[in-house]
């Protein structure tokens, strides 16, 4: 009996230790989990939130699923086609920092010849402050526009990209203001919609915006102007000095075409850099592997991500899109053959997409008679563009309808025409009516006066 008591003691008192071990668990996990939610700091949380966002073309049903990134908007873009591979909030405004400057070499390539002046003014100086990016120009200074242009891409020299947008300015006959209206319009003839550019370098300004669609939009055009990838792929460049300026020496700062580096992209061909503590990171880089081209950039990037972000999204668009002819593909009973001048007409087709899941729309080209361009897309998504001639059918049956379309259009002039005599007899006739009925009335009148006379 004594045995069988201390058992049911031991038992007891073992059940309720075992008890109390589980209860402390359960009671320390929250604990250990909010001293870990704890120790995230503002930037870490703001980081883990960016790499959360979405990314839209991942919620395209077979559309390949592409990375995250520490950027809170990105983009990659098909040069020949315009073809968008990748997208993360690209139309949302955000701050571009220096990248502005490839907007303002474009203009400037465009407005001016590399053998022009560039002076710099004191306007062109006296804005920079402490921390600024310079390469020490001096008002007074004088130099060509190819060696501004390579202070503003490489150095990302802020008083040169200003003087830049001055210079050409003034050469062109008017200023530095002239010159930022110049690339808002360029930004906006390009197709850009959400940016406004309140300066010529991308210092910080509330008025200063851009989305990531706008700057690929400005990357792409610039794969037909030779000379700024021949500037932004110098590694080490020299200013000589003059009469009218001192040596100033600078290197490549977008670390992916720089051989050797830890970051370098063998496939980047152009690009450039910037950061400002509101814009945070931000970056666009053109690379070019196997005849494909693209553009990539990505905005507000947190942390140290900008050049892994940039590879990752690069590496994703030429592993899992190629370039497929409409030529062959298209069999459209509006379509009689795909015009493929130097291999312009293709789709970028994603993996796992085919040919016959795109929807085409067709505009026919009012200036070349018989010709359409037709534009191919995925749930809303262009992914790229022909010119073709038009079938004998849809000819016969689109001039018909034009026939018809004109024969309705005289009807309802004609109508009109009708409708408005009608409209002015019975005017007439009311205004004739009116007439006729004062001066009775006025007759009327005076037989009475006469009558009163008598």
Not at 96 to 112: Q, R
Not at 399 to 413: G, L, P
Request: charged letters at 25%.
């Amino acid at each position: 009996m004594k045995r069988s008591r201390w058992s049911l003691i031991i038992l007891m008192t073992l059940a309720v230790a075992f008890t109390s071990t589980i209860n402390i668990a359960y009671a320390a996990e929250p604990e250990t989990e909010n001293a870990a939610a704890e120790e995230e700091t503002p930037e870490q949380k703001a980081e883990r939130e960016a790499y959360e966002m979405p990314v839209q073309t991942n919620e395209l049903k077979k559309w390949p699923k592409g990375p995250a990134t520490y950027g809170e908007a990105g983009i990659v873009m098909e040069v020949g086609t315009g073809a968008i591979l990748y997208a993360k909030n690209i139309d949302e405004h955000e701050f571009p920092a220096s990248i502005t400057k490839v907007l303002t070499a474009l203009v400037a390539l465009e407005n001016g010849q590399l053998t022009d002046e560039v002076t710099f003014t004191h306007d062109s100086v006296a804005f920079l402050q402490p921390g600024d990016s310079s390469i020490g120009m001096k008002e007074g200074d004088v130099i060509s526009l190819d060696e501004a242009l390579h202070a503003t891409l490489l150095a990302s020299a802020n008083e040169a990209a200003y003087a830049v947008g001055e210079s050409v300015g003034r050469n062109a006959g008017h200023d530095y203001n002239w010159f930022l209206e110049q690339m808002n319009a360029r930004c906006k003839e390009l197709g850009g919609e959400n940016s406004h550019f309140a300066n010529t370098n991308g210092l910080h300004d509330e008025n200063h915006y851009t989305c990531a669609r706008d700057m690929a939009l400005i990357g792409r055009e610039l794969f037909k102007h030779p000379e700024f990838f021949d500037i932004v792929q110098t590694l080490n460049y020299a200013i000589p000095a003059t009469d009218t300026c001192e040596e100033h020496i600078f290197q490549q700062k977008h670390k992916m075409l720089i051989p050797g580096n830890s970051n370098y992209y063998e496939y980047a061909v152009g690009g450039k850099t910037g950061y400002t503590s509101d814009a945070l990171s931000t970056l666009i880089t053109m690379a070019e592997k196997d005849g494909v081209r693209l553009v990539c950039v990505v905005l507000r990037t947190h942390g140290s991500n900008i050049y892994s972000d940039t590879k990752n999204l690069l590496d994703y668009g030429f592993s899992n899109f190629k370039k497929t002819a409409a030529s062959g593909e298209e069999d459209s009973k509006d379509v009689d053959s795909i015009i493929d001048s130097d291999g312009d007409g293709y789709v970028m087709l994603p993996e796992g997409i085919k040919f016959k899941d795109l929807d085409m729309k067709l505009k026919a080209d009012e200036n070349a008679r018989g010709e359409a361009v037709l534009t191919y897309s995925y749930k809303g998504y262009t992914v790229g563009s022909a010119r073709a001639k038009l079938s004998k059918s849809y000819i016969k049956d689109h001039s018909a309808k034009i026939r018809t379309s004109k024969k309705e259009e005289n009807k309802e002039k004609s109508s009109g025409k009708k409708l408005t005599f009608a409209i002015v007899v019975a005017a007439a006739g009311i205004l004739l009516l009116v007439f006729y009925i004062r001066r009775m009335i006025k007759k009327q009148r005076r037989r009475r006066r006469k009558r009163r006379r008598r």
